[in-house]
Structures are given as structure tokens and as C-alpha cells.
């Protein structure tokens, strides 16, 4: 018995920390944190917001309770990881990725009716949170990850499912000449996050490169998560592909 209460504890943590998680989906769903960058009352911010002033009250009190709000005198106003992660159009936001998490709670709600059926479950999609997400996770390691692989005599690259761009956009401000390859509906989204970065030198082609020519001469292929999606048999192609397209 002596180890019983620790195992509660510990089973506790589990299955409670649903609700920490919801209280930062909902909160970011609703942009709560880019309000928060000065102090504010919940009056304030259910006016703003258009939001139940009972509720604001109780949500911003919870983020406060797990240490992304800070709170005094009644006002509330963001504590450090939320201004460095959680405001929008900081470098290193993670709002995306948590918008891409509200739709993962959304279908992983159905695991007991895929347990009984075996089928998938999927209520909830959204493409662009999915991949801006990919921005928001890439940013925090794109220079180590470009360092690590090195530049040197790179004059032109190959962005092989590139999602979002972000690793192209570290390989064209560094002088590479990118081609990012990835289906049409991301690329468009690519389109914008390297507008937003104010980057030029990428080329975009939008098709399936599973079946579609990826074209040649490339000094590198970075490739990027996208080979867990794909069987074996596919993988091996894949690279073989690469391989024959590699610059000589």
C-alpha cells in the first residue's frame, strides 16, 4: 500500500491534463494572449472579445493558474512564455500548432468508437493550421538544422515536401537558389509565409512528387517528415529518385 498514493498521483496527472490543454486551446482559439500584452481587466477583454464576462473571467483565472497569465489587481496581462510563444507575429509563435491540436482533440474524442469500429475517425480538419503549425514547430530549430547540414557549395536546392517553406526560406536568405515541392493547396500557403518573410530566390511547383517528375541537378535534397506518411516500398523509391536527380 505504501506506494498506492504516489500511483494515484501519478494516475491523476494522466487523466486529468485534458483540461489545462483545453484551457489553452480555447484561449488561443480566441486570440486571447495578443490582448494581453498590456494589462487588462476580463471586462475588458469579454467586451473585446465579445465573450461572456462570467466565463472570460473564469478561462483568464485558469491561465493564470497554470502560469501564462499573470494577474494583480484584478487585471491580467501575459507571463513570459506566453509573450515569447502565444502572441501572434512573434518569431517564434506556437499558436498554429495549437490550432492544429484543437483539431487532434477533435478526432482523437472518437478513439473509443475506433477501438469498437477499427475505421479512422476524423470530425475535424484544417489544412492551414496543420501546416502553419509545421512553421511554428520548425522555426524554434531551422538555423541549427541548416547549420548541422552545412551550405558550402550548395547553389541550388531541392525543398521536398517542404510544407510551409521554412526551411526554404533559411536556405534562400543564405543564398540558395530553392525549389519547394509540395502539393498545390500547400504551396499556396507556402506562398504566403515567404511573403510574409519578405523572402525571394524560391521556386514553387505544386504536385504530387510521388508520382510527378521532381526534376534535376540539385546540389541538395533536404528532406523533411514526410517519409513516416508514405509505406516503405514508397520510401526506398523515393530516395532512389533523389539519388538519380542529385547533382554529379
Known amino acids: ?3 498506492i498514493p504516489e500511483g494515484a498521483k501519478e494516475l491523476r496527472k494522466i487523466w486529468s491534463g485534458f ?7 480555447t484561449a488561443n482559439n480566441y486570440r486571447v494572449f495578443d490582448h494581453l500584452t498590456k494589462p487588462q481587466s476580463a471586462k475588458s477583454i469579454s467586451k473585446k472579445l465579445n465573450l461572456d464576462l ?11 493558474g497554470i502560469s501564462l497569465l499573470k494577474k494583480q489587481k484584478g487585471r491580467y496581462r501575459n507571463g513570459s512564455i506566453a509573450s515569447q510563444l502565444l502572441v501572434s507575429g512573434n518569431p517564434y509563435y506556437q499558436g498554429d500548432i495549437i490550432r492544429h491540436a484543437d483539431t487532434l482533440w477533435k478526432n482523437w474524442s472518437g478513439l473509443d468508437e475506433v477501438l469498437k469500429t477499427g475505421y479512422p475517425y476524423h470530425k475535424a480538419h484544417d489544412q492551414e493550421a496543420f501546416i502553419l503549425g509545421m512553421h511554428n514547430l520548425a522555426s ?7 547549420k548541422t547540414i552545412g551550405l558550402k557549395g550548395v547553389k541550388t536546392a531541392l525543398d521536398l515536401g517542404g510544407g510551409p517553406g521554412t526551411y526554404s526560406i533559411e536556405m534562400a536568405k543564405r543564398g540558395v537558389n530553392v525549389t519547394l515541392f509540395d502539393f498545390p493547396e500547400t504551396i499556396e500557403i ?3 509565409v515567404t511573403k510574409k518573410e519578405k523572402v ?15 526534376g534535376k541537378g ?3 535534397i533536404f528532406i523533411s517528415q514526410i517519409l ?5 516500398k514508397d520510401d526506398l523509391q523515393l530516395l532512389s529518385d533523389c539519388i538519380h536527380n542529385i547533382a554529379k
Not at 483540461?19 to 486551446?25: E, H, Q, S, Y
Not at 462570467?54 to 493564470?64: N, P, Q, S, V, Y
Not at 513516416?228 to 516503405?232: G, I, L, M, P
Open 54 to 64: 462570467r466565463a472570460t473571467e473564469i478561462l483568464l483565472d485558469a491561465l493564470t
Open 19 to 25: 483540461r489545462a490543454a483545453r484551457v489553452l486551446i
Open 228 to 232: 513516416h506518411a508514405y509505406s516503405e
Open 200 to 214: 525571394s530566390g524560391i521556386n514553387f511547383i505544386g504536385s504530387d512528387f510521388m508520382s510527378d517528375d521532381i
Open 190 to 192: 507556402a506562398k504566403m
Open 1 to 3: 500500500m505504501r506506494g
Open 140 to 146: 524554434l530549430k531551422v538555423k541549427d538544422v541548416i
Open 218 to 220: 540539385y546540389d541538395l
